[in-house]
């Protein structure tokens, strides 16, 4: 049984979709007027190994990432670069999935984009005005928060507290501070006509006609980072439960940002790292064991100690993959002891991610699973037979991680193994340094050699431990 913290209950919840077996999840996506960061795929990294997660638990996962593409900020940069906005927003999401297809982060069943749902978007805002919950002005149209008992449960505050506390768009227009804009009034490019005045919707809005959309009305998991808390997600309840009458979502879920060595990450700092450049220097795999090693609702530190760590703990992962790969021989000395360890390990790992998705707790049990077949197989005791229980569990947890380690191609082994082999000949005549060159020329390739006393292991490595961040 899956156990999920709700952000709006505060507690944790057991999840039970509205289909059995089916969840259904809006992620809020990225804003696409700059590169992604990896403080976004901190974000999509956490929903993509609970996406996967669920999966291997059996549910049917439909999972909708939005894009929003209109915004003032695509709107600013597109007016500084002098291009049309809509250039801007197609260079960023291109640039998105080339990114995030890299760091091995699967993709949603459908990334939607505001501007292709300005007509949903209007349909609810006119049914909020006919509701009593809208009103209009000079300006636009504006959501009247005061019109919803509910406003400022999300963020477990009341409406004084969040007045007080929050940074809001001033405009004279406006009934109360915290009102928010459902369209605004605009002439300039881009616009849509409404049956109000040409202008542009309010950023809240996609995702409430989006989700519904291609939801339903009531959905499994709504989520994003916790910045969206509020007002981004307080708003969206707001106009989605007064337009539907409706439960919007059942579970609300928030992950904890990521700091730069214990700084925030910002334009005026200068310490914003894209996510390209992270996965140039260190790779997906490490990303993604950087990643999983703190728990999705923490914060989480980016620091040179913890990229060191996940590169620590990919040597060891890519080691024991490469022995699963390799073992033969028919010793079965250790076949039931393998299978009980596989079969413990699967275990933990299901009961550390049952419970709020714990991927450090998991992440140990994994490590344990590795170091556990390391050492089989430098006691010369990992065999076909033996290797299988472990291969099975190993790959089940390596696939929920996002790890997509290096494989082989059937020529690639047999070139790799004859010169082994060949370098074995030579270590045997003393030629230690033709032998040394076929291990430089090894490695050239990705290719790493361990000496066990009667045994050469070969692996194919991902790991770029010689980078500082
Ligand atoms: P944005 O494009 O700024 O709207 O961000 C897209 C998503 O990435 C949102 O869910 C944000 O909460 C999340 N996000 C942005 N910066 C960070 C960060 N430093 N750490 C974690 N998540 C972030
Ligand atoms: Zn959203």
Redesign the pocket.
Same mark, same amino acid.
């Given at each position: 049984m899956v156990e999920i913290y709700n952000t709006f209950s505060g507690q944790i919840e057991k999840l039970s979709p509205i289909e059995p077996m089916h969840v259904k999840m809006y992620?809020?996506?990225? @804003?696409v007027y700059d590169e992604s /960061?990896? *403080? /976004?795929a901190? @974000?999509?990294v956490a929903f993509d190994v609970i996406r996967r997660y669920l999966t291997h638990k059996g549910y049917r996962v439909t999972y909708i990432q939005n894009f @929003?593409d209109v915004d003032d900020k695509i709107i600013n940069r597109a007016r500084e670069l002098s291009v049309p906005p809509q250039d801007l927003a197609k260079k960023y999401i291109d640039k998105y999935f080339k990114d995030f297809d890299r760091l091995n982060v699967l993709r949603a069943d459908l990334y939607p984009c505001a501007t292709e749902h300005t007509k949903e978007m209007q349909q609810i805002i006119s049914e909020l005005l006919e509701k009593g919950f809208a009103y209009i002005t000079q300006t636009g149209v504006y959501y009247s928060v005061s019109k919803f008992k509910d406003y400022g449960r999300l963020s477990h505050m009341s409406i004084p507290e969040l007045k007080a506390g929050a940074r809001v768009e001033i405009d004279e227009t406006k009934k109360d501070p915290l009102d928010f804009a459902l369209w605004k009034f605009a002439s300039d490019d881009p616009n849509w006509d409404s049956p109000w005045k040409k202008g542009r919707p309010g950023w809240h809005t996609e995702c409430s006609a989006m989700s519904m959309k291609y939801l339903g009305e009531t959905i499994d998991i709504h989520g +994003? *980072?916790?910045?969206?808390i509020f007002p981004h997600h307080e708003n969206e309840i707001a106009q989605s439960e007064a337009y539907t009458g409706k439960l919007f979502v059942k579970i609300w879920m928030h992950? +904890?940002?990521? #700091?730069v060595e214990g700084e925030? #990450?910002s334009k005026s700092l200068g310490n914003i790292i894209p996510l390209s450049e992270a996965l140039d220097k260190f790779g997906a795999n490490v990303l993604h064991l950087f990643y999983t090693s703190s728990h999705y609702r923490s914060q989480?530190n980016y620091t040179q100690s913890a990229i060191t760590n996940a590169a620590e703990n990919l040597w060891h992962i890519e080691n024991a993959f490469a022995e699963l790969q390799s073992a033969t021989g028919t010793d079965i000395s250790i076949l039931n002891e393998a299978k009980n360890t596989a079969r413990k390990a699967i275990e933990e790992f299901e009961a550390a991610m049952d419970k709020d998705f714990n991927t450090p707790e998991a992440l140990k049990v994994f490590m344990g699973l590795v170091k556990y077949i390391n050492r089989a197989a430098s006691l010369g005791k990992l065999s076909t037979e033996s290797a299988k229980p472990l291969y099975n569990v190993f790959t089940k947890i390596s696939w929920i991680f996002g790890l997509k380690l290096p494989e082989v191609s059937a020529e690639e082994k047999a070139e790799i193994e004859k010169l082994i082999e060949e370098r074995n000949k030579l270590r045997a005549e003393k030629k230690f340094r033709e032998a040394d060159e076929i291990r430089s020329e090894l490695r050239e390739k990705g290719i790493e050699l361990t000496d066990y006393t009667n045994r050469t292991v070969w692996r194919k490595t991902t790991v770029y431990l010689k980078n500082k961040i």
């Open positions: 992620i809020c996506g990225v @804003t /960061h990896i *403080g /976004h901190r @974000t999509y @929003t +994003g *980072g916790q910045d969206l992950t +904890g940002f990521l #700091m925030k #990450m989480v």
